[in-house]
């Protein structure tokens, strides 16, 4: 078993993945910028922030992977990228790191385009764009360290919760839609994702898309 130490282990996906951590018998830590009133039984509960580094990664000492379920928007805008960035300088090499990105990245079909060239809302796009920008940096980091990076299927969110099936479909680098051309993953089969990829890794220092 593994110690995993979810970032933004209180919002919608993060408090997904620590249940299912927890379920699966991990060691889990769920840190956040405030403690939550209902918590997962069997989870440990931090107070800390992607924007206070050093001790953020006093807090995560001890941890084989940590998982980032932190989306840059509102006020983390523009401050997740670098602050990632900072984080992955200062933790050990041997610490795995996952991050939940968004469908932006995605391809509409093999060679592209991208999801976020392709219609996207003008909305979402600096949220879709500043994580793609965290991939960038992942694929480009030079220090052997294994990582991996998870676009949910494009109907994710706390608005379409949906319910754990145990079944997703792994798309590479495509969005994963059905017949109908809808793309939709609930909250627990994201979870459900994020730790198979854990438990036995088949995606190291890649991306893949997930979705029904």
Do not use: C
């Amino acid at each position: 078993m593994a110690t995993i130490a979810v970032l933004g282990g209180t919002g919608y996906a993060g408090r997904h993945i620590v249940a299912e951590a927890v379920q699966r018998g991990h060691t889990v830590l769920s840190i956040a910028r405030t403690l939550p009133a209902e918590r997962v039984e069997g989870a440990t509960y931090v107070e800390g922030t992607l924007l206070d580094v050093p001790a953020l990664a006093t807090e995560l000492t001890g941890a084989d992977v940590v998982v980032s379920a932190i989306a840059p928007r509102g006020d983390m805008l523009g401050q997740v990228r670098p602050n990632i960035e900072a984080l992955l300088s200062v933790l050990p090499d041997d610490v795995r790191v996952g991050i939940i990105g968004g469908a932006g990245g995605s391809l509409v079909a093999p060679g592209g385009p991208r999801v976020v060239d392709s219609g996207f809302p003008e909305e979402f796009k600096p949220e879709a764009l500043e994580a793609i920008g965290i991939l960038e940096d992942l694929q480009a980091e030079q220090s052997g360290r294994d990582w991996f990076f998870i676009h949910p299927a494009g109907g994710f969110g706390a608005w379409a919760p949906g319910e754990r099936t145990g079944s997703y479909r792994d798309g590479g680098d495509v969005i994963v839609t059905d017949e109908a051309g809808e793309s939709f993953i609930s909250g627990a089969d994201l979870a459900v994702a994020v730790l198979d990829e854990i438990e036995n890794p088949k995606h190291s220092r890649g991306r893949f898309t997930v979705g029904y």
